[in-house]
T-cell receptor, first 114, second 112 residues
């Protein structure tokens, strides 16, 4: 069974730009969660999608948004990039989501904002 | 108090020893507990999950859960240098957030 696939692996953007990250979950998984990982803050929950609906959201500004498609693939978007948005963005899929089933992480997208 | 707390380490153990990693959490009503391993530059990898009080064993790994004391631990028997990584504890806290909250991780070093 293929794992969670994230693209691209690396991104370099300039302050003020926007970026879109993509995630394909494990086949059959309907829940997709996004996390931001930084050395200072660790893994921080961004949001979770299930059946094309955002079901849960973390404490991030509105510049961070996402969506899920009918095939469970998900994208997240960050607008008006700031230097502090530099991080590893991890997508994870699970069977049921909402923290009740194990998360399976993709390899992540490392975003650098200059 | 952090919601999910781990000692950052590094925890250094000799090869072949038992490594004991601990995690405490803030909400007594939490129901789901997970351990992840993360190698430097890689993404977290699920090791084990536990939902009920007591021990759960999987190969060289044992997860221990004590809900009354609000801690969960991971034991690694016969530690190998390849076990050297950061171990992340994740808890589905009973806060209504309905998402896993991760600790900051404990860095384990297994000395050959």
């Amino acid at each position: 069974k293929a794992g969670v696939t994230q693209t691209p692996r690396y991104l370099i953007k300039t302050r003020g730009q926007q970026v879109t990250l993509s995630c394909s979950p494990i086949s059959g998984h309907r829940s997709v969660s996004w996390y931001q990982q930084t050395p200072g803050q660790g893994l921080q929950f961004l949001f979770e999608y299930f059946s094309e609906t955002q079901r849960n959201k973390g404490n991030f500004p509105g510049r961070f948004s996402g969506r899920q498609f009918s095939n469970s693939r998900s994208e997240m978007n960050v607008s008006t990039l700031e230097l502090g948005d530099s991080a590893l963005y991890l997508c994870a899929s699970s069977s049921f989501g909402e923290g009740n089933s194990p998360l399976h992480f993709g390899n992540g997208t490392r975003l650098t904002v200059t | 108090q952090k919601e999910v707390e781990q000692n950052s380490g590094p925890l250094s153990v000799p090869e072949g020893a038992i490594a004991s990693l601990n995690c405490t959490y803030s909400d007594r009503g939490s129901q789901s507990f997970f351990w992840y391993r993360q190698y430097s530059g890689k993404s977290p990898e699920l090791i084990m999950f536990i939902y009920s009080n007591g021990d759960k064993e999987d190969g060289r790994f044992t997860a221990q859960l004590n809900k009354a004391s609000q801690y969960v631990s991971l034991l690694i028997r016969d530690s190998q240098p390849s076990d050297s990584a950061t171990y992340l504890c994740a808890v589905n806290l009973d806060t209504g957030r309905r998402a896993l909250t991760f600790g900051s991780g404990t860095r384990l070093q297994v000395q050959p």
